[in-house]
Every structure is written in structure tokens, then in C-alpha cells.
């Protein structure tokens, strides 16, 4: 039992429960690539909430008009008056948002469902209007992410109750009927956890390292829809258990330590039950915490690590960020101009600038037919901010020749730099090599703090493969110059490669494919700046920096805040 | 669909509908002490300036905020002005209630305004009102945000989201107390004295560091990790959940006796003496962990004051410090950006040096 979907029943009985409850479970986060399995589900779901109930697909992507509301445009020039049309989430109210490919959602779109989920309406304060709505409602999450760097932003997937891995072979089980589902919909509120209930999620929650008060709080709710669904006024054990299974198994962060066995418990067995409680838990708390173990698949490390680093990338809402957020982030506003091709209007503002001429206009004109009269002088257009953001790629020789001469002064350096990158919020990424290849440390990420420790417990020694540490840093200059971010390498060598591209070792091969993945380099068109830490700098040094097309900084002469300076104008070049 | 009209100019002071259901008691927060203190003594003095609750998810933050608006006494304003002015205080007064002649005086809750994300610039600041504009040619001012926020709260969830520009007028405005708008032909200024709220979780995008010291107080909040504050947390909020009116009911006596205490705090905040001693050992304590300029210190010196008269105690003693030395230092000392020692492990051990363990 390696896959860690799980039974087809219990992805039927995810979509009743969250169909008993969907504003109180939040909704779900379906992991699942998009295919039968997953419109089985969703078809389901739909089938089981109350006749007339809202259904929206909103794309990660959606606008703010889209999603809270704005100006209706048309009706506003229309009518004369102010037209205001509610976006998605208030026209989704007593219903479900399903977001495709939930994992490019950034940060503060996340951010603007998380906060129609705790206050169940929206607040419109846009274009010059205000408005309320009321919007209860369930999100569906598709998930589907496929490397480690994508994830659902964490702030939208705390507050979804279920976490369903769907696996997209299996079919899904049968489960309960509509009837059955309004019939445990109305009696809900009825439904009685006892105190034990509460102290056994809670206590699973704190075992399995679940941090979010959250988790425990929609547990309970999860197991009340099941004890509602099953005709019953109590919670019991069963309904605990698969509330367990389903909301606090996916959350765990840490595996609880079992009292007889090795401390750091290695990837446990599904199935074996027989580790003890953590705490002095009552019979129901030891039920929980095992059938979680259960429910946590075999290679639960191994996903515990991926998700641990996942942080790092989802904390700077990588995945899709640079479009919208490029446009939301940096609109500076809005200035008169000549209508171009290839300018935007600023809808909003040019109608603001027409509006307190129009009585006159229309006197003087006589034109009583166009609701408003919009001449040339009122176009107003927007105004973008022209520089994107930059990501300084820093690329350290931490091989043996290196670290025996200047190894802890160059990190000194480069610490310096992580503080400017700080203040000019850059983004920064670390690429390091010794022995035989290169590796990304740390993936461009907007927390230097976190670079700053990788740094720190950046080993040394080895070979020097610096052909392969300056192809890396070209793919990661693509990459961050694909999301419309301007790449700066800061390479770190005392440009003594002795390793190949291949992996043969030998100091003219490793000089030469070097020299040949610094044209490539080159041609990219990467601004780069070389830190030449050898005690002596010698010709090849220079040679390999003519290559990168480089500006070439011997550390000798580079005091810290020399170097600063010239990252600064390598930036501003 | 068919669109609806949009608020008028006139009705902006007020909160365009009722909220849909009663917000959680503020005095049925579990734990969280250092924010539940931190947001009452912004509300005893909101001289201290602004209040920063950076935490992990599902703390609370947001819950406590909306919850003090509930807990807030009335406040008189001017009868229909748009800006909520203090009848009380006419050297603070807009342009409109300057002229008036009568001021009648009417009863109002403490506006806290949620600043939602997606706001735009003009809704925050206030701009010219295109309805108007449109159907009578009148250059209106519709007011923003700003307006409706004076003299109570304005509260941004999510703050290290919100776009820089708006961070950076909302700051200004916060330290001018006045709102100045120039736009569209509109040149305007009116009062916009509020305490600004922020809440965010470091982990969804980091604060820009000059924001940092410029709130006042700043506060961590951890998620408690130990079983019985846990399971109260959690039956406390279904028991909300499941009959929020009752809930609120069983919590009544205890939101009145809070909302006194903060009444009569208020009314006690001027005679609270401050002796040598105290101004002494907070300036001692600033220098010790060489805190940037004298905000620092003011700030220490408001909170124990404010935290003095919520305690009914006639002046400010020197142990009075330890409480909130904290939050008021905490975020302001020289710290290289990427050191991950707590400051607030270096404020306590000044605190221990200064004022004994």
C-alpha cells in the first residue's frame, strides 16, 4: 500500500460530508490531475448540494472585477447613474467556487478567499464605489501541482477542511444520496460532540504536529456531517476516526513518538497500529492517533520534507505570481496622454475626468442621446511602474581550492549582499558547487534570512565543476526571466575548474567547457558580476570573466562595501 | 444581471450594510495575551500609535480585531458629518463642521474599518464622486476609507500583501492625522486620526522594514501548543459557530466589564503621573538595546501609562515597563535584517538587566 489515495468510498463520503456542510468545512483541496476521476467527483459533489445552489469555475487568475466586483462600465455609460456588477464570490453565495490549477494562485488572491471564508461576505471598496454582499460558501481547490515548487498557498488550503488525494484510476465508491445528504443537512445542528471528542482531535492534531487551531475546529465540524449523515445525534468513534482520516492525516507535519520504539521514528508501516498514544490520552485519543497512522502513506518523510521546502517557494507565491501581480503591484496610477496603440485606458479615471463637464458639454453640444460625452482631453491612461523586479542569482565556488583560501571572507561578502538584496526586496537564489556538479541550494526566493542560513551551513571542499554551476545559473536566469524578472548573477569562484560538464575531472577539460558555458552565458544576455576570491588573481580569472562578459571584482581589492556598490551599478547597467 | 446602484457620497460614514452575524467576543479569546493587551491599550490611548500582530495562521488576528469593534464604547459626533467629528474638540473639526452654527450631537460606535484587499487608491483616499458628477455636473467629494475610519480604527488584514503605494499613504496619513486629497480638480483636506491595525503572517511574504517602526506596538502570535489552551480554543469557537447569538449572550457580562474598565481608563489616562524614575528606566532600557530615535521611548512611556490606568493605578511604576517593553521595543531595534536571534529574547534580557529579573 504505497498510494496514498484514498478508497473510493471515502472520496464519495468527502463529497457528502462537505455537501452536508459547505460553508462549515470550508470546502476541499482535491489533488488530483484533471481527468475522469476528478469530474466524477466534482459531478458528484454538485449532484449532492441543495437544488439551485451556485456552481463558479473561477481561473486562478481572475481579476479583482471578476472576483469581488467593480463598475459595470457598460450600464454606467448606459444609464448615466453608477452601475456596480458583483463579482464571482458574491454571486456564488449558498454555493461553490471550484478553482482550476489552484496552485498559480498568488498569495493575495489566496488572501481574498481566505477572507470571504471567515466573514462570509464580500467588500467591495473599488472604482469609486462601496458595497456588501453576503457570500457563504465552499471552495474546491484542484490541485494540481506536479514538481515541489508548486503548492496551493497555505493561507486558502488552512481553512478547507478535506485534503483528498484522488487517485485518477479508481472509481469512485458509492456513497450517500440526496436525500440522505438533506436529510443530515437539517438535522446538523443537533448533532452532540462530547468532550472526549474534542480532546482526542486536539490531542491527535498536537501528536501529529498539525500547528493551525483550525484543523481540530474543522475536524469536529467533519465529524458532526458524519454522525448527521449516519441518522445520528452523537458522535462516536467511527465519525471521529474518519474525520481524522480525512482533515488532520493530510495536515501531519511529524510522526508522533512512539514511547517503545527508535526515537526518530523511521517511515512507519501503514497499518501498524500498535504505537502507543503521546500523551496520557483517553481510549478514543489512541483510536485517532492510529488510524492516522493508517491513513499516512508509507512515504511520509519523504512528502514531509518536499512539503518543508515547498515553503520556500510557496512563501514568495511563485507559481503564476508575476502576471497579475505585475499588473496589480505596479500600476502607478493614471495620467493624461494621447491615445497610442498599445496604451491602456484607465476606464475608471478617464470617466471621472468627463464626469463634471458633462452638463456643460451637453448644453453646449445639444447631444442628448450619448448618456455621457467623452472628448479627447479627458482620456486618461494607465501608468505602469517600469522596473520589475530583479533576482540576484548568487553562485558560490564552495570547492576545496576555494575554501582553503577565502571561502568564510566570501560568504562575509555575500551576507553583505543578501542585505542589500533585502532592502531592495530582490528576490535571491543560491547555486553551489564543489566535487562533481553544481546544485540549487536555495530556489529564488524572496527571504535572504533563508539563504543566509544555507550559506551557513554550506560545506566545503571537493572539485571545482564550474562549467555546471554556470550552466545551472542560466536556467535559472531563464526561468526567473520568463516570470518578467530581471536576472543578476553574482558568481563566487577563485575560477580554478577542474571538473567537466561530463564529470571528468582534469583542470584543461574543466577550463574549457567553463569558458564554453560562460559564452552561452553570455548570449543569454545575463548582466553578471565575477568575485575572483583567488589570492592571486591570475589571467584565467580574467579570461573566464571576458567570456561571461562579466564586470570583474578581484576580492583582494574588494572590501565588503565595494563589493555592494558594484552590484548596485551591475543592477542599475 | 442587473447592477446595483452604488452608495452615495452622504452615506459612506456609515457601513453599507449590517454585518451578517454578531463578531466573536473579545473577551472569549483564549490566551493571546500580549495581543488582546496591546489592542486595549490602543484603544485606552490611541496616541500609542498603531498596533502590528504578525503570528501564525489560524491565531486569532483577525477575530480579535473585529471583536473590539464590538467592545468599543459609543462615541459622540457631530450630527451628520461625514468625517465623524469630536463635537468636543473643535480645533480638530472638518471644514463643514467649522462653519456650522448648531452642532447637534448624535451617538455612534467606534468605526473599525476593514480595509479589504483589492481596494483601490481612490476608494481608500477618497475621490470624486462619478455618480454625481454624472447625473448633476457637481464636483463632489465622495469619501474614503480614510474618512469614515477617523477616530477609530482602520484594520488591514494581510498588511505585508497590500500594495506599497497604499502602505505608504496609509502610513503617512496615520502619522499626520489628515488626509489630504488632490485630484481630479479636488483639493481637500479633512481629519483622519485612526489607529492603524495591521495583521499578516511572515511566512506569506515579508513586511517591508521600514514599516515596521512605524507602529507603535508590535506583537507575535504563536499558536498555543498545549493541550488544554487547544481544546478550549477549539470548543469555545464551536460553541460560536453553532449558536453565535446565545455565545455572545453568555459572554455579555464580560464584554460590559471590559468596555468599562477601557471607559473609565480613558477618563483616568491624564491623571496617571509619570515620576522621574519610570521616564529614567525606560530611557536606561532604550539605550541599552540603542533603539533609533526617541519614538522608542515615548511609545514604552504611553503603553505603561495607558496600561496604568486600565489597572486603576495612579502612576506609572517602574515594574509597570516589564508588560510592554516587548511590543513597544521589540520591532524597533537595529537588527541586522537577516539575524534570526528573537528580538524579543534581547528586550527581555535588558528588561532583566534593567529592571532585575
Given at each position: 500500500m504505497t498510494e496514498a489515495a484514498p478508497s473510493g468510498g471515502d472520496a464519495a463520503m468527502a463529497a457528502a460530508l462537505l455537501a452536508v456542510d459547505p460553508t462549515g468545512l470550508g470546502g476541499a483541496v482535491l489533488r488530483a490531475p484533471h481527468g475522469a476521476a476528478r469530474d466524477a467527483w466534482l459531478a458528484r459533489l454538485r449532484g449532492l448540494l441543495p437544488a439551485g445552489a451556485p456552481w463558479r469555475r473561477l481561473p486562478p487568475n481572475a481579476p479583482d472585477d471578476r472576483l469581488i466586483g467593480g463598475i459595470d462600465l457598460a450600464a454606467t455609460l448606459a444609464t448615466g447613474r453608477l452601475r456596480l456588477e458583483r463579482g464571482a464570490l458574491p454571486d456564488a453565495d449558498g454555493g461553490v467556487v471550484v478553482i482550476p490549477m489552484a496552485e498559480r494562485l498568488t498569495q493575495a488572491a489566496a488572501g481574498r478567499y481566505a477572507a470571504v471564508l471567515d466573514t462570509a461576505e464580500v467588500t467591495l471598496e473599488r472604482d469609486g464605489a462601496t458595497a456588501r454582499w453576503p457570500a457563504s460558501l465552499a471552495v474546491v481547490a484542484l490541485d494540481e501541482s506536479a514538481g515541489e515548487d508548486e503548492r496551493v498557498p497555505p493561507s486558502l488550503t488552512d481553512r478547507l477542511a478535506l485534503h483528498l488525494p484522488l487517485d485518477p484510476g479508481s472509481a469512485m465508491g458509492p456513497g450517500p444520496d440526496e436525500s440522505g445528504v438533506a436529510a443530515a443537512r437539517a438535522a446538523l445542528g443537533e448533532v452532540r460532540a462530547s468532550d472526549e471528542v474534542l480532546l482526542a482531535l486536539c490531542e491527535a492534531s498536537l501528536a501529529f504536529g498539525i500547528g493551525s487551531p483550525r484543523a481540530p475546529t474543522l475536524a469536529l465540524r467533519t465529524a458532526r456531517a458524519a454522525a448527521a449523515l449516519d441518522g445520528r445525534r452523537d458522535v462516536v468513534e467511527a465519525?471521529?476516526?474518519?474525520?481524522?482520516?480525512?482533515?488532520?492525516?493530510?495536515?501531519?507535519?511529524?510522526?508522533?513518538?512512539?514511547?517503545?520504539?527508535?526515537?526518530?521514528?523511521?517511515?512507519?508501516?501503514?497499518?501498524?497500529?500498535?504505537?502507543?498514544?503521546?500523551?496520557?490520552?483517553?481510549?478514543?485519543?489512541?483510536?485517532?492517533?492510529?488510524?492516522?497512522?493508517?491513513?499516512?502513506?508509507?512515504?511520509?518523510?519523504?512528502?514531509?520534507?518536499?512539503?518543508?521546502?515547498?515553503?520556500?517557494?510557496?512563501?514568495?507565491?511563485?507559481?503564476?505570481?508575476?502576471?497579475?501581480?505585475?499588473?496589480?503591484?505596479?500600476?502607478?496610477?493614471?495620467?493624461?496622454?494621447?491615445?497610442?496603440?498599445?496604451?491602456?485606458?484607465?476606464?475608471?479615471?478617464?470617466?471621472?475626468?468627463?464626469?463634471?463637464?458633462?452638463?456643460?458639454?451637453?448644453r453646449a453640444s445639444g447631444d442628448h442621446a450619448r448618456p455621457v460625452l467623452i472628448r479627447a482631453e479627458d482620456i486618461r491612461l494607465r501608468r505602469h511602474e517600469a522596473r520589475s523586479g530583479t533576482t540576484t542569482l548568487f553562485a558560490v565556488d564552495?570547492?576545496?581550492?576555494?575554501?582553503?583560501?577565502?571561502?568564510?571572507?566570501?560568504?562575509?561578502?555575500?551576507?553583505?549582499?543578501?542585505?542589500?538584496?533585502?532592502?531592495?526586496?530582490?528576490?535571491?537564489?543560491?547555486?553551489?558547487?564543489?566535487?562533481?556538479?553544481?546544485?540549487?541550494?536555495?530556489?529564488?526566493?524572496?527571504?535572504?534570512?533563508?539563504?543566509?542560513?544555507?550559506?551557513?551551513?554550506?560545506?566545503?571542499?571537493?572539485?571545482?565543476?564550474?562549467?555546471?554551476?554556470?550552466?545551472?545559473?542560466?536556467?535559472?536566469?531563464d526561468a526567473e526571466r520568463r516570470q518578467g524578472r530581471q536576472p543578476l548573477l553574482v558568481l563566487v569562484t577563485d575560477a580554478r575548474p577542474n571538473v567537466a560538464r561530463d564529470g571528468r575531472t582534469g583542470r584543461e577539460a574543466g577550463e574549457a567547457d567553463a569558458l564554453s558555458a560562460a559564452a552561452l552565458l553570455r548570449a543569454a544576455g545575463v548582466s553578471t558580476l565575477m568575485v575572483d576570491t583567488a589570492p592571486r588573481p591570475h589571467a584565467y580569472g580574467r579570461a573566464l570573466a571576458g567570456a561571461l562578459g562579466a564586470r570583474y571584482v578581484p576580492l583582494p581589492q574588494a572590501d565588503a562595501a565595494a563589493l555592494s556598490t558594484v552590484v548596485a551599478a551591475a543592477r542599475s547597467a | 444581471m442587473d447592477g446595483i446602484v452604488g452608495?452615495?457620497?452622504?452615506?459612506?460614514?456609515?457601513?453599507?450594510?449590517?454585518?451578517?452575524?454578531?463578531?466573536?467576543?473579545?473577551?472569549?479569546?483564549?490566551?493571546?495575551?500580549?495581543?488582546?493587551?496591546?489592542?486595549?491599550?490602543?484603544?485606552?490611548?490611541?496616541?500609542?500609535?498603531?498596533?502590528?500582530?504578525?503570528?501564525?495562521?489560524?491565531?486569532?488576528?483577525?477575530?480579535?480585531?473585529?471583536?473590539?469593534?464590538?467592545?468599543?464604547?459609543?462615541?459622540?459626533?457631530?450630527?451628520?458629518?461625514?468625517?465623524?467629528?469630536?463635537?468636543?474638540?473643535?480645533?480638530?473639526?472638518?471644514?463643514?463642521?467649522?462653519?456650522?452654527?448648531?452642532?447637534?450631537?448624535?451617538?455612534?460606535?467606534?468605526?473599525?474599518?476593514?480595509?479589504?484587499?483589492?481596494?483601490?487608491?481612490?476608494?481608500?483616499?477618497?475621490?470624486?464622486?462619478?455618480?454625481?458628477?454624472?447625473?448633476?455636473?457637481?464636483?463632489?467629494?465622495?469619501?474614503?476609507?480614510?474618512?469614515?475610519?477617523?477616530?477609530?480604527?482602520?484594520?488591514?488584514?494581510?498588511?505585508?500583501?497590500?500594495?506599497?503605494?497604499?502602505?505608504?499613504?496609509?502610513?503617512?496619513?496615520?502619522?499626520?492625522?489628515?488626509?489630504?486629497?488632490?485630484?481630479?480638480?479636488?483639493?481637500?483636506?479633512?481629519?483622519?486620526?485612526?489607529?492603524?491595525?495591521?495583521?499578516?503572517?511572515?511566512?506569506?511574504?515579508?513586511?517591508?522594514?521600514?514599516?515596521?517602526?512605524?507602529?507603535?506596538?508590535?506583537?507575535?502570535?504563536?499558536?498555543?501548543?498545549?493541550?488544554?489552551?487547544?481544546?478550549?480554543?477549539?470548543?469555545?469557537?464551536?460553541?460560536?459557530?453553532?449558536?453565535?447569538?446565545?455565545?455572545?449572550?453568555?459572554?455579555?457580562?464580560?464584554?460590559?466589564?471590559?468596555?468599562?474598565?477601557?471607559?473609565?481608563?480613558?477618563a483616568k489616562l491624564a491623571e496617571v503621573a509619570t515620576p522621574d524614575a519610570a521616564l529614567e528606566a525606560a530611557a536606561r532600557l532604550c539605550m541599552a538595546l540603542g533603539t533609533d530615535g526617541l519614538r522608542g521611548e515615548l511609545t514604552l512611556i504611553r503603553a505603561a501609562r495607558a496600561l496604568a490606568a486600565?489597572?486603576?493605578?495612579?502612576?506609572?511604576?517602574?515594574?509597570?515597563?516589564r508588560p510592554v517593553a516587548s511590543a513597544a521595543l521589540g520591532h524597533r531595534l537595529r537588527r541586522n535584517p537577516l539575524d534570526e536571534a528573537g528580538s524579543r529574547a534581547r528586550v527581555d534580557r535588558a528588561v532583566a538587566e534593567i529592571l532585575g529579573p
Amino acid at each position: 500500500m504505497t498510494e496514498a489515495a484514498p478508497s473510493g468510498g471515502d472520496a464519495a463520503m468527502a463529497a457528502a460530508l462537505l455537501a452536508v456542510d459547505p460553508t462549515g468545512l470550508g470546502g476541499a483541496v482535491l489533488r488530483a490531475p484533471h481527468g475522469a476521476a476528478r469530474d466524477a467527483w466534482l459531478a458528484r459533489l454538485r449532484g449532492l448540494l441543495p437544488a439551485g445552489a451556485p456552481w463558479r469555475r473561477l481561473p486562478p487568475n481572475a481579476p479583482d472585477d471578476r472576483l469581488i466586483g467593480g463598475i459595470d462600465l457598460a450600464a454606467t455609460l448606459a444609464t448615466g447613474r453608477l452601475r456596480l456588477e458583483r463579482g464571482a464570490l458574491p454571486d456564488a453565495d449558498g454555493g461553490v467556487v471550484v478553482i482550476p490549477m489552484a496552485e498559480r494562485l498568488t498569495q493575495a488572491a489566496a488572501g481574498r478567499y481566505a477572507a470571504v471564508l471567515d466573514t462570509a461576505e464580500v467588500t467591495l471598496e473599488r472604482d469609486g464605489a462601496t458595497a456588501r454582499w453576503p457570500a457563504s460558501l465552499a471552495v474546491v481547490a484542484l490541485d494540481e501541482s506536479a514538481g515541489e515548487d508548486e503548492r496551493v498557498p497555505p493561507s486558502l488550503t488552512d481553512r478547507l477542511a478535506l485534503h483528498l488525494p484522488l487517485d485518477p484510476g479508481s472509481a469512485m465508491g458509492p456513497g450517500p444520496d440526496e436525500s440522505g445528504v438533506a436529510a443530515a443537512r437539517a438535522a446538523l445542528g443537533e448533532v452532540r460532540a462530547s468532550d472526549e471528542v474534542l480532546l482526542a482531535l486536539c490531542e491527535a492534531s498536537l501528536a501529529f504536529g498539525i500547528g493551525s487551531p483550525r484543523a481540530p475546529t474543522l475536524a469536529l465540524r467533519t465529524a458532526r456531517a458524519a454522525a448527521a449523515l449516519d441518522g445520528r445525534r452523537d458522535v462516536v468513534e467511527a465519525d471521529v476516526v474518519l474525520a481524522a482520516r480525512l482533515v488532520l492525516a493530510p495536515r501531519a507535519t511529524s510522526l508522533p513518538a512512539a514511547p517503545e520504539e527508535a526515537p526518530p521514528p523511521p517511515a512507519e508501516e501503514p497499518g501498524d497500529a500498535d504505537g502507543g498514544p503521546p500523551k496520557d490520552g483517553s481510549d478514543l485519543s489512541e483510536i485517532v492517533v492510529a488510524a492516522m497512522r493508517a491513513a499516512l502513506p508509507a512515504g511520509l518523510l519523504a512528502t514531509l520534507a518536499s512539503a518543508l521546502r515547498g515553503r520556500a517557494s510557496a512563501a514568495d507565491g511563485r507559481s503564476g505570481a508575476p502576471v497579475k501581480d505585475g499588473q496589480r503591484g505596479r500600476v502607478l496610477g493614471a495620467r493624461p496622454g494621447p491615445l497610442r496603440a498599445g496604451s491602456r485606458i484607465a476606464l475608471i479615471e478617464t470617466l471621472r475626468s468627463a464626469a463634471p463637464w458633462q452638463t456643460i458639454r451637453r448644453r453646449a453640444s445639444g447631444d442628448h442621446a450619448r448618456p455621457v460625452l467623452i472628448r479627447a482631453e479627458d482620456i486618461r491612461l494607465r501608468r505602469h511602474e517600469a522596473r520589475s523586479g530583479t533576482t540576484t542569482l548568487f553562485a558560490v565556488d564552495a570547492s576545496g581550492s576555494s575554501a582553503l583560501h577565502r571561502l568564510a571572507e566570501a560568504k562575509g561578502a555575500i551576507e553583505l549582499l543578501l542585505g542589500d538584496c533585502y532592502a531592495r526586496r530582490d528576490r535571491v537564489a543560491l547555486v553551489a558547487f564543489r566535487g562533481t556538479e553544481a546544485s540549487t541550494l536555495l530556489p529564488p526566493t524572496q527571504a535572504p534570512a533563508r539563504a543566509r542560513r544555507c550559506l551557513a551551513a554550506m560545506p566545503g571542499g571537493g572539485a571545482t565543476p564550474l562549467a555546471s554551476a554556470i550552466d545551472m545559473a542560466r536556467a535559472l536566469a531563464d526561468a526567473e526571466r520568463r516570470q518578467g524578472r530581471q536576472p543578476l548573477l553574482v558568481l563566487v569562484t577563485d575560477a580554478r575548474p577542474n571538473v567537466a560538464r561530463d564529470g571528468r575531472t582534469g583542470r584543461e577539460a574543466g577550463e574549457a567547457d567553463a569558458l564554453s558555458a560562460a559564452a552561452l552565458l553570455r548570449a543569454a544576455g545575463v548582466s553578471t558580476l565575477m568575485v575572483d576570491t583567488a589570492p592571486r588573481p591570475h589571467a584565467y580569472g580574467r579570461a573566464l570573466a571576458g567570456a561571461l562578459g562579466a564586470r570583474y571584482v578581484p576580492l583582494p581589492q574588494a572590501d565588503a562595501a565595494a563589493l555592494s556598490t558594484v552590484v548596485a551599478a551591475a543592477r542599475s547597467a | 444581471m442587473d447592477g446595483i446602484v452604488g452608495s452615495l457620497a452622504s452615506e459612506a460614514r456609515t457601513a453599507p450594510a449590517a454585518p451578517t452575524r454578531q463578531p466573536y467576543p473579545f473577551t472569549a479569546i483564549v490566551g493571546q495575551e500580549e495581543m488582546t493587551r496591546a489592542l486595549v491599550l490602543a484603544a485606552v490611548d490611541p496616541g500609542i500609535g498603531g498596533v502590528l500582530i504578525l503570528g501564525d495562521r489560524g491565531t486569532g488576528k483577525s477575530t480579535a480585531v473585529r471583536a473590539l469593534a464590538a467592545l468599543l464604547p459609543e462615541m459622540s459626533v457631530v450630527a451628520g458629518c461625514r468625517f465623524g467629528c469630536d463635537p468636543g474638540a473643535p480645533a480638530q473639526f472638518c471644514e463643514s463642521c467649522r462653519e456650522l452654527r448648531h452642532r447637534p450631537v448624535a451617538k455612534v460606535p467606534v468605526p473599525v474599518v476593514d480595509l479589504p484587499l483589492g481596494a483601490t487608491e481612490d476608494r481608500v483616499a477618497g475621490a470624486l464622486d462619478i455618480e454625481r458628477a454624472l447625473v448633476d455636473g457637481a464636483k463632489v467629494f465622495q469619501p474614503g476609507l480614510l474618512a469614515r475610519a477617523n477616530r477609530g480604527f482602520l484594520y488591514i488584514d494581510e498588511v505585508n500583501l497590500l500594495e506599497d503605494h497604499l502602505v505608504d499613504l496609509l502610513l503617512d496619513v496615520a502619522a499626520s492625522g489628515e488626509n489630504v486629497v488632490e485630484r481630479e480638480g479636488i483639493s481637500l483636506r479633512h481629519p483622519a486620526r485612526f489607529v492603524l491595525v495591521g495583521s499578516g503572517n511572515p511566512e506569506e511574504g515579508e513586511l517591508r522594514p521600514q514599516l515596521l517602526d512605524r507602529f507603535g506596538l508590535a506583537v507575535e502570535v504563536r499558536t498555543p501548543t498545549d493541550l488544554a489552551t487547544r481544546v478550549e480554543v477549539v470548543r469555545r469557537r464551536d460553541a460560536y459557530d453553532r449558536a453565535p447569538a446565545a455565545f455572545c449572550e453568555s459572554w455579555r457580562t464580560a464584554e460590559a466589564r471590559l468596555r468599562r474598565r477601557i471607559v473609565r481608563a480613558r477618563a483616568k489616562l491624564a491623571e496617571v503621573a509619570t515620576p522621574d524614575a519610570a521616564l529614567e528606566a525606560a530611557a536606561r532600557l532604550c539605550m541599552a538595546l540603542g533603539t533609533d530615535g526617541l519614538r522608542g521611548e515615548l511609545t514604552l512611556i504611553r503603553a505603561a501609562r495607558a496600561l496604568a490606568a486600565f489597572e486603576g493605578r495612579e502612576s506609572v511604576t517602574v515594574e509597570a515597563l516589564r508588560p510592554v517593553a516587548s511590543a513597544a521595543l521589540g520591532h524597533r531595534l537595529r537588527r541586522n535584517p537577516l539575524d534570526e536571534a528573537g528580538s524579543r529574547a534581547r528586550v527581555d534580557r535588558a528588561v532583566a538587566e534593567i529592571l532585575g529579573p
